[in-house]
Each structure stands twice: as structure tokens, then as C-alpha cells.
């Protein structure tokens, strides 16, 4: 049982000449003030309510926690007239009427409970006058009503001792009388109050925006701050020496734009630590004209990857080369070597195509490009960014050993965005907008039309054509936030590419090659995403993915694959902030692959520096074989991962473990990177780890291969440094090692159990890339790889890997002329395909063709390829719409580039054959 | 217009064919690879100059005929049975001659699985896995290498209890091999070369694994042949039967050739043929049309369904329409005749002799395969006059 006191006040005007009441608040608890639930007996003047509370409260804890000052700023004090009209006169006559204010209690003094009233249980009210003078102490105090007991003592003793801030008139301190009612009651002594969680301490951020010439503060710069946990943007001006700053944020990520007039903007990711002020410098430059490139400069937080090359929006649709492609931008990138024509694959770091990891939005996709590596799988207005990472990644990636490509979908607009694009090789269509004030939505399709041009160039051929290459994409989104923890979005999205010819005759190269031929692939997948900000120090993200793949090759009776499956993919991941410097990242995956194929043909061998299994020996020389069956991938792995940020220093150390359930096997994955800034604007970096993948379908698959194979390694070892030069330009140097071992090979003669796990390999380099990020009328890239890979099978000497390339280089640029005028250019220097020379032959006397007898492998090269891309664009824009016509010319100086040998039935004689001749491509875009 | 796009078109298909495109993640885009390749090789493989497969400007292997002792008809042996191959050969003129040639053959078991390139005898498989050397399998091939003319009349050699032998012949290129009656496997594999002159010899070691030493410019043909051993009824196979094969041109009967004795003369060959004669056409320069018919009833059944047929037709002078014809076994053809249509685009322009003077007339041979894709083969030839 506690004994409680409470008090209310009167407040009276005495130079009015009269103790009339004005207000009366009734405040029964600090906790009440605290929480601003405070009793109201308005007897009079509404404008006088916020101050009166404060008043009120003011007896028991001081000001209103929930009360702006600037709310209380804003209210005139109280003006009182004639009691008997109710009315301030200040409003209408503000020059008549003397301006008072009322006495505030600077200090409240309990009163002790009369002990014996406190025994008994007895409660009371005692009201009091109190009159007090200018100096805001008690001059006089008097009960008015009593209470007996001993509270009239207790409350006199305790009011004697009140001190407040006197009242005034016009602003000069008078003497005021009131009345106060002294609150005695007893109550049931409750169990304490939790203690609330103590928020954590707020984080600060601030800065200071100068002119990027001359380095002069920047005052009247408008600085947003979105993200986070805000409900809403918080925006601030640069003061006279361009600072701003904000207060009491919560943790976490936030997006910092800065804008000024005659200024490019800038947008940055800054992470916020609690309790620990951030401070920022950004400079704004001028723009040189209004054609500029308008694109913000975003730069990500460090990464947590030894590597990590991202290409922003910006830069994506603008490469020549690419037809605007965004992920063939990639194939920019330092590491990337360049396939054989019509692959459209990704080769990174001398890894075979199958080691690299194609990802959108963190769940893997089956293809990156359609046929021949023209187009890739995604209108790129769908795309946001693109992330590469050639080694050294994240525990979050697991199954390949070679590199990461994930490309993150893009934040769908407020307003209402629509695309139409069309060319000589395919039409897109993409339309983009606001749902409902928290959720948009983004759809998009595209289809080629390369049938027509092929069928007009077989008309001469034995072939008719049954269903020419068509291929097709499409990708519907929609987001949703239904709080400021909250984002979800479901996507859906797929791919088809399909061939299908007839060989009225057989080929003159294989009697076997005769009847359908037949390709086809596609993929469907629906992925719901869902992020949440679990608490301050926690985020979740959840994804998963369902799709169907289906992949059929035919060719005639002699070779048939098909495959059909579920593909189901998971992911949840969680990222806590474990300490100031410390956060730990976990999270779960899970692929599952339930489906069926069948394969007829001729025995799988390894995938490595065989010649015979690039189809030399053609099909009628080889044995086939004929495997139908069921299977059921099932792939679980777990990863966690500690990021510890000690500036200087940043350490990340993590760890995966995988499961494959086809070989029955785990393997386990750990992996680290360092981080060292030293300085502003330098970065030294280098990164250990190991990579597992599991064998390839076919080289574990019963009666294809073997099931008792274990997972494939390779060790990373990679060190660098970045360093940023001025605004726009990096500059990145990295050396790099793997070596890579338990290599699934081939068994000699092809022999049972037809693949072991005895290869290994070795690949070492070096990278360099420069980026000039756009800005101003120019942005481009330079990048330059020099490297050599290897592999040596069982009891063989080193031999290089099919996809070595030695150099490779590209230069990329885009600038914008003026007047809608953009012209780009595009580079490219690459060492020659590798090549197996044909030694001799022998005749298949009962088969009647040619088996080509193979000297030493990979022992020579197809001449270097160089190869110059133009694109050129005018845009024309009108009030609510744009129009853009561009050439992209592909091989602007129709250089050779020889794609391997053709030879004369009996391989005595080759000759080169020439790559992909010049190639323009016009097309025309239009956009609302 | 001839398209000879070998290996480009089955590096095309690679992709498909090698191993790393069956990965369920990796053989997509390999697939669409090989598909944009061979669309590419299609369009492009084209107007190259590369020498065709059915012009003979060289002596050439066209085949080889299995013929088993007793039943010459049939191309199947059984375990302990004696089997003869004859390899066919074809040469650009008549002086071309078979009689200079040797050759030497290797007779082993096939591998179980072949997965591509050159099949290795399945007994040197075996004797590589226990750790033994070629010269323990081979013991006659002393320093690696052996010539015929080291080996001692009869020229032959049998590892006893095995299919494992080696032989030389002259002449016309003829394997024997006598297969043990233990022979359990389901192929024998002949491996060898044929030299046009010269002494042939093998060594092991070496990627080629045959050759002919002091061939004096003559070609050096190395061979491979799978025989299907007929383990049990239903792998028997009989070689394609000449008599339902019927040949025209420009829609008129095109006997066989007469005997090579009884040929006209190559360069003036005019003055011997009238043209009337089913088997000597006397033809101007301009294109051919050679209609190949076979009677569908003599295809052999295999599996429920007439086996397939292949023809080739070869030639010494000008340029077929393409290299292979085949006959599906579901074909029914019409009237019970299996037709197709072929064009023959000679020269227009026939030579000159060693004096520079032109040449009035030049006689054409013809050769025409059959296979059945099961190890049956037959070959017949024709001939005309061009004038």
C-alpha cells in the first residue's frame, strides 16, 4: 500500500481584481504527465490549454515530455479580460488588454502522510490559497478547505516550500494568488512497472556539403534522409557553412540524397551505429550542362567481398555492344573471358561456365542470355544494379566454386513509366507504376523476331524449318509495404528459347545428323521476397522461389536429352547487430530439384580438355546409350558469418555447410576477408576461403556417371587495394590465386566408374579496373586481366583449361554529345580460344566416316580477337514523351575474329572459320 | 555450293555432347550454344573450298564387308566362327592399282563403352589397369615398333585364348579372324592401315598408332571397324543385297559398270560407247539427275522394323548433290520401292593432258555404298562417258 499525493491548480488572473478560475488540470501522477493523460476542466480560455498543462504537470514532473516546445512557442500566452465574456481579447484588441501570465510551479515538495491518517486508511483533500509574489516564492498560504487528520499541517508545511516561475504582466513579474488542492489518498501498493527497455541511444548524423570545385561550403543544399526506421523522409538545409545534421535516428541503413541548385545530386547509403554520430563530407558538382548525365553517384557501404564490381543503372543500357543490354555488361568486367561464338556463357576467372552462379534477386536462374548471347533473360528496366563478384564471395553463395553474378531487381517508381522498344532482333514492351500509396508494380515482355531473318537464309539449305529460334521473356512484380518493417515483393518471371529444325537429308558431315533437331529451354518461376526489420538490431529476409525448368535437345534418333523438373529454391537469412562493431549474419538455403530426364546418346566424359567430346568423332563413331530415369536433388546448407568492423580494420569471418544428398556427402566451407582503409580514399583488401561445389548432374548420376563422387574445392586466395580518385574515378588492382582440387575427371578409355574425383587445377592472374562513373557527359570503364589457368588430370602433366585466356581487355565509353546526341564505343582485345590440333585420322570403314586423331590438347590457339562495338542515339523529348533512335553496330571494322577450324571430311585439310561478321542493329525506343 | 563443316558443326553441338552440358544448371546455355552454332554453321559453312567427301582424287577406304565363312551373306559371326573383312577401295583412274598395297590389322575385343575418339582394344585396357606394358600384350612389337617386314610368313600372330591377333596382308586389304569360342563380348575391334605402298607398321606409343614407312607419296589409310558378334539370334545381320538396288539417270536404267579389263580408255573413252549402252552412258556436261531405288521388302527386319539404309554415292569427276541418302526403316516408300533423287553437277571444263592438250572425253566411275548402320555393307559401281 502506498500513500499517494496529488494536486490541481487553479489559476487565477489577481490583477483582474479577482480569483476566477481559468483553468483547471488535474494532474494525478508523474506517470500521467509522462504520458500526457491528463485530466482537462477547461473552464474558460481553450488557448491557454497547452501551457496550462505544462503548468499542471509541472507540479509533479516538470514539463510535458510529449509537448513541443515549439507547440507551446506558437501559443500566445494567455490574455485574460472579463471573465464574464470567455473571450481573449488579445485577439481582436491586441493593443487594450494587458498581456498575463501564469505563475508555474518550479518546484513541488512532497507532503508527509500524517501517520496515524495513513494507519486508519483515511484519505483527504485540503484545498489551499497560495499567494506568491514577483520573486516567485510563497508568500502567504492558508487552507481554505480542511481536511482534518493532520493534512491541513501536512499540506500548509509542504505548499510553504513550493517555488515557482511568477506571473507577469506584459512581461514584468507580479504577484499572483491561487489555489491549490492538496490530494491525500492510499491505494493498493502495486507491483513495480517493468522497467521499459532502455531504447538504444540514438544515432547522429551529420556533415557538411561543399562545392566540388574549389571545395567552398555549400549553404541552402537540401539533404534528405529516407530509410531506416522513418516513417517518412526527413529533410534539412545546409546552414551558412553547409552543415547539417539529424538527431535521435535509430540504427541502421539509411539513403542520403543531397540536392542544390545548379548541382548534380548525390545519393549514398550511410549505416548508422547507435550512439555514434556519423559525419559526412560530400561534394556537389556543377553539371557542365543540362545533358548531363542526371544519374545520382551511388556508392555502397564497403563490401563485406573481397571483390565486388557493381555497375549502376546508368551505365547498364548504355554500352555499345551490348544493344543495351544490362547484363551484358558483364561481360566488361575484369576475370570475364569471352566465349566461343553463340554460347552465351559466363566464364569467370578460367572456371567453366557451370561454376558460376547466376542470381536474381539472391535466387539462382538456370540462363543468363538467350540464344547466342544476344539478349539476356530480363528486360533491363527491371534491373536496378548488378553486382559480380569473381571469387572470393560471401558464405551466403554456396554450390560454385567459381564466381557470383547477382543482379538485383529494380525499386519500381511512384509515377506511371511505360517502355516500348523495338529492333531488328526482338520487341519489348514494360510498363511500371504506383498501386496504392505503399505498393507498385512492374510488368514486362519481350519476344524475338529472329525467326523471320533465319528462314528467308535457309530458304537455300535441306533444312525446313518447323518452328524457327524464337525466344521469349517476360517478368511481372509488385511490391508492397504494409509497414515501415516491412517490404514484400512477389515476382514472376521466365524464359524460352526455342529451335526446331528438320534435316530433310542427312548432314554431309554425320549420316546420324538427319531428321528433328530440336532445342528448347525454358525456365518459370514465381519468388515471393520478404524483408522485415525484426527490431533495431535485426533484419530478416525470406525468400522463396518455385519454378518449373524444362530443357529438351533433340537430334534425330542418334542424341536425345531432355529434362524436366520443379525447381524449388529457399532462403532465410538474418543480420544482427551484435555489438557496435560487431554483426553477425546467419541464415539457411535450400534447393530441391524433384524431375525426370532421359538421355540417348553417346557416354558422357568429363568436361575438360577432351577433343573427341566436342562432337569430333561425330555420333555415328560413337557408342550410345539410352538412360531414362527419376531423381530428386536435395541441397541444404546453413552459413553464418561475423562481420567486425574495427576502423581501420574490418574482418569478416564466415563459414557454409552444405549437404548433397545425390552423393550423400556434406562439405564444409570456411572463409574470410580483410579490410584495411587507409585513408579516405584507399583501400587495401585480401581474402582466403574455400569454395565447394557438388559434381555435375551427369558425373553423379547412376548409369551417366558416379554416385560415389565427393564434392568438388577450391581455395581463394586473393589481395588488392581500391583507390578512389577524385569524384568519379576508381581505380582497383587485385592479384589473384586458386587452387582447386578433388576435380571431377574422366576416367581413361571411359571405363567404369567413369568419373573419379583425382583432377586438379590451378589458376592465378592478376585484374585492373578503372571506372569513371557517370558524371558530367562521360562515364567508362577500362578493365584488363592478365591470367593463366590449368589443370592436371591423374598421372597427366599440367595442360591449360579450354577457356584460358591470357589477356583480356576492354575499354568502354559513352558520351553524351548535347542536342539528344549520344555516341558510345566498345573495345575489345582477347587472347584466342584455345584449340587441339588434328593430327591424322582414321576411317570408320563399317560406319563410313572419319575419326579425327588429336595432338597435344590446347596446344594452339585461334588468332586474337579484336573487335570495335558503336552506338549511336538521338533522343528526342516532347512534353510527355521521349523518342530515342539508336544504332548499335557490332563489329564496327568487320574484323575476322576466326571461331575455330572447319575440316574436309577426312581432317586432313582446316580451315579458320570467321566470327560474327559487322552487325548493325537500329532500333527505336519510346518512353511515357 | 558445298557444305563440309565437319568439325564446326559437332563443335557446335559440343555442348550437348560433352558432359558439362548435362549439368541441370549449366546445359542450358550450352544447348542454345550448339543450337546458335550449328544455325550459324548452316548459313556459313558454305562456299568453302575444302575438298568434298564424294569426289575420289585419291585412292579411298569406302567401306568394309563382313563376310563369315560358310555364309558369305551374313556380317554377324558367332563365337568360334572365321570371319573375312574386305575393305573396299576406290581409286581416281584406272591405273590406280591395289595390287602395290599391304596393310596390317589388329583384332582385339571392343571396349565395353566407347565414349569417343579412337576405341582402344579392350585387352590393352585390361593390361594397362593391371600395370602391365604394350610389349606384355604385344611381345612381338620389339622398341616400340613393328613393320610387317619384321613378322615371319604367315605374317600373323594370335595371343592364344584371346581375340587379341595382328596381321599383314598384300594386296587387296583383307582381315581375317578367327574368333575363339569364349569370345563374350558383344563387338570385336579391328584396328589398322592400309598403305597404298609401302611397309605398314605399328607403334603403339604414338597417337597414330599405324603408319607406312617408305611410302613413296602413296596415301596411308588408317582404318577402325566394330563387328557386332551375334551372340544370340536376334543380333544377326545380313550385308545389303545388290540385286533390289536399282540405279537411273536422267530416268533411264544405269547398269553396273562393266569389268574394269573392259572399260574404254579414261581420256578418250567417246570412241568406245554408244548411247544407248545401260552401262557406259555417253553424257555432254550439265546437271544429272541419279534416281537410287530399292526394293523395301529386301530390307532386313531388326527390332520389328526394316532396318535403315544408307547409300552413298562416290565419284571421280564433278560434284554430288550431297554425301549421304538414307532409307528409314519406317519408310514404307510407294509401290514398295524406296526412291530418292540426287544431282550429279560434272565439269564443264574436262582437262587437259600432261601436253596441254584438251581432253574430247572423260569416263566417270561411280561407286555406290550401302549400309545398313548395323555392320552390312555392299558396293557396286557405274560408269559414263563424258563428252
Known amino acids: 500500500m502506498v500513500a499517494l499525493t496529488r494536486a490541481s491548480v487553479v489559476v487565477t488572473d489577481r490583477s483582474s481584481g479577482g480569483i476566477a478560475p481559468a483553468l483547471r488540470v488535474v494532474a494525478t501522477s508523474k506517470r500521467q504527465c509522462e504520458s500526457g493523460a491528463v485530466k482537462t476542466r477547461a473552464g474558460g480560455r481553450v488557448r491557454a490549454t497547452a501551457r496550462a498543462l505544462a503548468a499542471a504537470c509541472a507540479l509533479c514532473a516538470g514539463p510535458l515530455p510529449w509537448l513541443d516546445a515549439a507547440e507551446v512557442a506558437a501559443q500566445a500566452p494567455p490574455v485574460y479580460g472579463d471573465p464574464g465574456h470567455g473571450k481573449p481579447v488579445g485577439q481582436d484588441e491586441p493593443s487594450a488588454a494587458p498581456v498575463v501570465t501564469m505563475p508555474e510551479l518550479k518546484q513541488f515538495v512532497e507532503a508527509i502522510y500524517p501517520p496515524e491518517a495513513k494507519a486508519q486508511g483515511l484519505e483527504g483533500t485540503v484545498e489551499l490559497e497560495i499567494v506568491i509574489g514577483p520573486d516567485g516564492l510563497v508568500r502567504e498560504a492558508k487552507v481554505v478547505t480542511p481536511a482534518g487528520h493532520g493534512f491541513d499541517e501536512a499540506a500548509l508545511e509542504a505548499a510553504r516550500k513550493f517555488t515557482f516561475v511568477p506571473a507577469t504582466r506584459d512581461g514584468q513579474p507580479i504577484p499572483a494568488r491561487i489555489r491549490h488542492n492538496y490530494l491525500f489518498e492510499i491505494r493498493e501498493e502495486a507491483p513495480p512497472p517493468p522497467e521499459p527497455e532502455a531504447p538504444p541511444p540514438p544515432a547522429r548524423l551529420e556533415g557538411q556539403i561543399r562545392e566540388a570545385e574549389g571545395d567552398d561550403p555549400l549553404p541552402g543544399a537540401e539533404v534528405t534522409v529516407t530509410g531506416g526506421a522513418l516513417t517518412g523522409p526527413l529533410r534539412a538545409l545546409t546552414d551558412a557553412e553547409g552543415r547539417f545534421a539529424f538527431d535521435d535516428l535509430r540504427a541502421g541503413m539509411y539513403t542520403v540524397r543531397v540536392t542544390a541548385e545548379g548541382r548534380v545530386a548525390r545519393e549514398q547509403e550511410e549505416e548508422l551505429v547507435a550512439g555514434e554520430a556519423t559525419s559526412l563530407t560530400y561534394r556537389l558538382a556543377e553539371p557542365t550542362d543540362d545533358e548531363a548525365f542526371s544519374a545520382v553517384a551511388r556508392i555502397p557501404p564497403p563490401p563485406r567481398e573481397v571483390t565486388r564490381r557493381t555497375i549502376g543503372k546508368e551505365a547498364l543500357t548504355r554500352i555499345a555492344g551490348t544493344r543495351g543490354d544490362a547484363l551484358r555488361t558483364v561481360e566488361l568486367m575484369p576475370g570475364v573471358a569471352r566465349p566461343p561464338l553463340g554460347a552465351g556463357v559466363l566464364i569467370v576467372r578460367g572456371s567453366a561456365p557451370a561454376d558460376t552462379e547466376v542470381l536474381f534477386e539472391g535466387v539462382p536462374v538456370p540462363l543468363l542470355y538467350h540464344f547466342g548471347g544476344l539478349t539476356s533473360f530480363i528486360n533491363s528496366r527491371m534491373i536496378d544494379s548488378m553486382e559480380f563478384y569473381p571469387g572470393n564471395f560471401s558464405v551466403r553463395y554456396g554450390r560454385k566454386r567459381g564466381g557470383i553474378l547477382e543482379v538485383k531487381a529494380a525499386e519500381l517508381p511512384r509515377e506511371l513509366i511505360g517502355v516500348a522498344d523495338l529492333n531488328l532482333v526482338d520487341a519489348s514492351v514494360l510498363m511500371q507504376g504506383p498501386i496504392s500509396e505503399n505498393a507498385e508494380f512492374g510488368i514486362a515482355a519481350r519476344r524475338s523476331y529472329f525467326d523471320v531473318i533465319f528462314e528467308a537464309a535457309l530458304e537455300e539449305a535441306d533444312i525446313a524449318t518447323v518452328a524457327a529460334p524464337v525466344y521469349y521473356d517476360y517478368q511481372a512484380m509488385a511490391t508492397w509495404r504494409p509497414d515501415n518493417s516491412n517490404k514484400l515483393r512477389l515476382m514472376v518471371l521466365g524464359s524460352s528459347d526455342e529451335l526446331a529444325l528438320l534435316f530433310q537429308e542427312p548432314s554431309d558431315e554425320d549420316a546420324a545428323v538427319t531428321g528433328d533437331f530440336d532445342v528448347e529451354t525454358q525456365f518459370h518461376r514465381a519468388h515471393a521476397s520478404w524483408r522485415s526489420k525484426l527490431s533495431d538490431k535485426v533484419d530478416q529476409d525470406v525468400d522463396v522461389s518455385v519454378g518449373k525448368d524444362d530443357i529438351d535437345l533433340g537430334l534425330g534418333e542418334a542424341f536425345d536429352f531432355n529434362l524436366s523438373g520443379i525447381d524449388i529454391f529457399t532462403r532465410a537469412e538474418w543480420r544482427a547487430r551484435v555489438t557496435e562493431k560487431v554483426r553477425l549474419i546467419g541464415g539457411i538455403d535450400l534447393f530441391f530439384l524433384p524431375g525426370e530426364y532421359t538421355y540417348i546418346g553417346p557416354p558422357p566424359t568429363g568436361t575438360e580438355n577432351d577433343p573427341d567430346s566436342r562432337g569430333g568423332a561425330g555420333l555415328t563413331n560413337r557408342d550410345q546409350i539410352t538412360v531414362r530415369d527419376d531423381f530428386v536433388t536435395v541441397q541444404p546448407a546453413a552459413y553464418t558469418e561475423f562481420d567486425i568492423n574495427l576502423q581501420p580494420w574490418r574482418v569478416v569471418l564466415g563459414s557454409r555447410v552444405d549437404y548433397y544428398e545425390e552423393i550423400d556427402a556434406f562439405s564444409y566451407d570456411p572463409r574470410g576477408s580483410l579490410h584495411f582503409t587507409l585513408s579516405e580514399s584507399t583501400t587495401l583488401k585480401g581474402g582466403i576461403g574455400i569454395f565447394s561445389q557438388p559434381p555435375e548432374f551427369y558425373e553423379a548420376a547412376p548409369e551417366l556417371g558416379n554416385p560415389e563422387l565427393d564434392p568438388t574445392h577450391t581455395l581463394h586466395v586473393s589481395a588488392g587495394f581500391e583507390q578512389q580518385i577524385g569524384e568519379q574515378v576508381n581505380v582497383g588492382l587485385e592479384g589473384f590465386y586458386k587452387h582447386m582440387y578433388d576435380r571431377v575427371v574422366g576416367t581413361e578409355n571411359g571405363v567404369a566408374p567413369y568419373f573419379t574425383n583425382g583432377g586438379e587445377g590451378r589458376v592465378f592472374g592478376s585484374e585492373l579496373l578503372v571506372k569513371i562513373e557517370p558524371g558530367g557527359r562521360f562515364f567508362g570503364f577500362l578493365s584488363y586481366t592478365l591470367m593463366r589457368s590449368e589443370r592436371r588430370d591423374i598421372g597427366e602433366d599440367w595442360t591449360l583449361f579450354d577457356f584460358d585466356q591470357t589477356h583480356m581487355l576492354t575499354a568502354s565509353g559513352v558520351w553524351r554529345m548535347g542536342r539528344g546526341w549520344e555516341l558510345g564505343g566498345t573495345f575489345r582485345f582477347f587472347s584466342g580460344n584455345l584449340d587441339t590440333p588434328v593430327i591424322g585420322s582414321f576411317y570408320n570403314v563399317t560406319g563410313g566416316q572419319h575419326s579425327p586423331v588429336y595432338g597435344d590438347v590446347n596446344s594452339q590457339r585461334d588468332p586474337n580477337f579484336h573487335r570495335l562495338d558503336l552506338r549511336i542515339e538521338k533522343l528526342w523529348k516532347f512534353s510527355a514523351w521521349n523518342l530515342a533512335l539508336y544504332l548499335d553496330l557490332q563489329n564496327a571494322y568487320n574484323a575476322e575474329n576466326p571461331e575455330g577450324q572447319l575440316c574436309s571430311y577426312d581432317f586432313e585439310e582446316c580451315e579458320n572459320v570467321r566470327g560474327l561478321p559487322i552487325l548493325p542493329i537500329l532500333g527505336v525506343r519510346g518512353e511515357i | ?387
Open chain 2, 1 to 387: 555450293m558445298a557444305r563440309s563443316a565437319h568439325v564446326l558443326a559437332l563443335d557446335g553441338i559440343a555442348p550437348a555432347l560433352r558432359g558439362g552440358a548435362l549439368a541441370v544448371d549449366g546445359i542450358a546455355p550450352a544447348l542454345r550454344g550448339g543450337a546458335l552454332a550449328l544455325a550459324v554453321l548452316v548459313v556459313a559453312g558454305c562456299d568453302t573450298d575444302l575438298p568434298r567427301a564424294t569426289e575420289i582424287v585419291s585412292m579411298r577406304l569406302l567401306g568394309a564387308r563382313v563376310e563369315v565363312d560358310g555364309d558369305e551373306t551374313r556380317a554377324t559371326p558367332e563365337p568360334g566362327e572365321r570371319l573375312r573383312m574386305h575393305i573396299a577401295t576406290a581409286f581416281p583412274t584406272l591405273e590406280g592399282n591395289i595390287g602395290d598395297a599391304s596393310s596390317m590389322f589388329i583384332g582385339c575385343t571392343a571396349p565395353e563403352r566407347f565414349p569417343g575418339g579412337l576405341p582402344i582394344c579392350q585387352e590393352l585396357i585390361d593390361a594397362a589397369l593391371s600395370g602391365a606394358q604394350v610389349d606384355d600384350v604385344l611381345p612381338m612389337v620389339e622398341e616400340r615398333k613393328l613393320n610387317c617386314s619384321q613378322l615371319q610368313p604367315p605374317r600373323r600372330y594370335e595371343e592364344p585364348g584371346t581375340a587379341l591377333s595382328v596381321q599383314c596382308v598384300a594386296n587387296e586389304p583383307v582381315a581375317t579372324i578367327n574368333l575363339t569360342p569364349n569370345f563374350e563380348a558383344s563387338a570385336l575391334l579391328i584396328l589398322g592401315v592400309v598403305c597404298e605402298r609401302g611397309d605398314p607398321f605399328i607403334e603403339p606409343l604414338e597417337p597414330l598408332l599405324f603408319g607406312c614407312d617408305d611410302a613413296d607419296g602413296g596415301e596411308a589409310l588408317r582404318v577402325q571397324a566394330t563387328i557386332a558378334v551375334q551372340q544370340k539370334e536376334a543380333d544377326k545381320n545380313h550385308n545389303p543385297g545388290l540385286d533390289a538396288l536399282t540405279v537411273l539417270r536422267e530416268g533411264q536404267d544405269w547398269e553396273p559398270a562393266p569389268a574394269r579389263e573392259d572399260l574404254p580408255e579414261e581420256d578418250n573413252c567417246e570412241g568406245s560407247t554408244t548411247g544407248d549402252d545401260p552401262a557406259l552412258h555417253r553424257v555432254v556436261p550439265g546437271a544429272h539427275r541419279i534416281t537410287l531405288q530399292y526394293e523395301a521388302d529386301a530390307r532386313e527386319e531388326f527390332e520389328g522394323e526394316p532396318e535403315d539404309l544408307e547409300i552413298t554415292v562416290y565419284t571421280t569427276l564433278g560434284e554430288m548433290e550431297r554425301r549421304f541418302t538414307v532409307f528409314e526403316g519406317s519408310d514404307p516408300g510407294e509401290n514398295g520401292l524406296l526412291e530418292s533423287e540426287l544431282d550429279w553437277d560434272p565439269p564443264t571444263d574436262l582437262g587437259e593432258d600432261e601436253r596441254g592438250i584438251e581432253y574430247q572425253s572423260r569416263l566417270v566411275r561411280f561407286f555406290i555404298t550401302l549400309r545398313d548402320q548395323r555392320g552390312g555393307f555392299a558396293v557396286t559401281e557405274r560408269a559414263l562417258c563424258l563428252r
